[in-house]
């Protein structure tokens, strides 16, 4: 095992990478199908905390697999079993979200958790064993994750009462989150691994399909049942047309960003880059139980105000853009969505929702999602100008 050249040309996901990437379809699934459930009876607020604190171990593990891969991915049979037992531990880490959601009880989480984590652990042993260069590095990574997994093992020692929910729960969970994101910091402290900027960026970006992925079959999920039992309806194909239109947008716009060729120029940020994606992601995970909510309130299948179903799909969607628009600022020199445009559209779509008990749900969902896709249509005009003018300068020189 050796580190792989950083300009390495056509460098791309390998076949394994995407069918671990395939394991991760379940997790979100399940933690979107979660975030839905609450919202629709009336527990969202509560719900938040649990989806991100969930939420973070399915990004984080994947993160730590991807940028390992990127760095050593020799994809011979001992990398490849390690793959598997960190695929096992993303399913069993989804079969305990009901119950991190239902009672705070993390242990199927942290037991999956505690299983990628011990393949991830042998990977970067394996590094240090067999790749001289790199050994120091690697070494202070497998120490640094075998010591903060154990913090997140004993946390499960501890029994939870309302009395001290708040600190064996919430405190502790974010004291080991600060440890975890540090590793990677005290890790290459003495060295960087010698990750590829481009193929970085195209592993984000096929997360990124995986999301908006789940927020399509929420979608159908939720649409076909209602069909099945009473028919289409004009408001049921309205909110499914928007909600299509809506994931295809947001989809348009992430890819506008060359982060790829900022991250080769930037190397030394791709920490605000990769972390800050923490956000990003999570939006579009959110948006699928959003999407989920409206569907199901568009069918007549909840209760709840059109305020709150529009909300579902409204703070996800501002917070995509805002992030979008705050991991790309740091690598490029000129961002595809400015501040400008990004600050008024994330705006309007939280004050949007408002107005949906004076004129009805499908009507303010779609004008919620009119607001994603003139941000489209302008970003698509400010770019075609910017290209035009730079065609024009050997012209006027």
């Known amino acids: 095992m050796s580190a792989r050249d950083t300009d390495e040309s056509n460098r791309a996901s390998s076949p394994i990478e995407l069918l671990f990437d395939l394991t991760f379809v379940v997790a979100i699934a399940q933690i979107a199908g979660q975030l839905a459930t609450n919202i629709e009876h009336g527990h969202g607020a509560s719900a938040i905390i649990p989806f991100l604190m969930v939420f973070f171990a399915i990004w984080w593990a994947w993160m730590n697999f991807t940028w390992f891969a990127s760095s050593y991915d020799t994809d011979d049979v001992p990398y490849r079993v390690l793959t598997l037992v960190q695929m096992a531990g993303v399913l069993v880490l989804a079969a305990g979200v009901p119950a991190a959601f239902a009672s705070q009880n993390f242990l199927g989480v942290t037991l999956g958790y505690f299983i990628m984590r011990v393949g991830l652990v042998a990977q970067w042993t394996r590094a240090a064993v067999e790749d001289p260069q790199g050994r120091r590095t690697a070494a202070r990574y497998a120490i640094g994750i075998v010591v903060v997994q154990l913090g997140w093992l004993a946390r499960l020692l501890f029994t939870v009462t309302p009395e001290n929910e ?160 705050a991991v790309h600022a740091p690598i490029l020199a000129r961002v595809v969505i400015p501040l400008p445009l990004v600050a008024p559209a994330a705006a309007a779509v939280l004050l949007l929702p408002l107005a949906a008990d004076a004129i009805g749900l499908p009507v303010t969902f779609g004008l919620v999602v009119l607001v994603v896709v003139a941000t489209v249509a302008l970003v698509v005009v400010r770019k075609d100008r910017g290209l035009r003018t730079l065609a024009a300068r050997p012209e006027a020189g």
């Open 166 to 325: 708040l600190y064996t729960v919430y405190l502790s969970f974010v004291i080991l989150v600060s440890l975890d994101v540090s590793v990677p910091f005290w890790a290459e402290h003495t060295g960087g691994t010698s990750w590829h900027p481009h193929h970085i960026a195209e592993r984000y970006g096929l997360f990124t399909i995986i999301l908006l992925g789940e927020s399509i079959a929420a979608l159908a999920g939720g649409i076909e049942p209602i069909i099945r039992a009473s028919g289409p309806t004009g408001t049921l194909v309205s909110v499914g047309v928007s909600s299509l239109v809506l994931v295809f947008a947001l989809w348009w716009l992430y890819f506008m960003q060359p982060a790829g060729e900022g991250l080769a120029l930037h190397r030394d940020r791709s920490f605000l880059w990769g972390y800050g994606h923490y956000a990003v992601f999570a939006a579009l995970a959110g948006l699928g139980g959003g999407l989920e909510v409206v569907v199901a309130f568009a069918g007549g299948h909840s209760h709840i105000s059109p305020v709150v179903a529009v909300y579902a799909v409204a703070v996800p969607v501002a917070v995509y853009l805002t992030f979008l628009w």
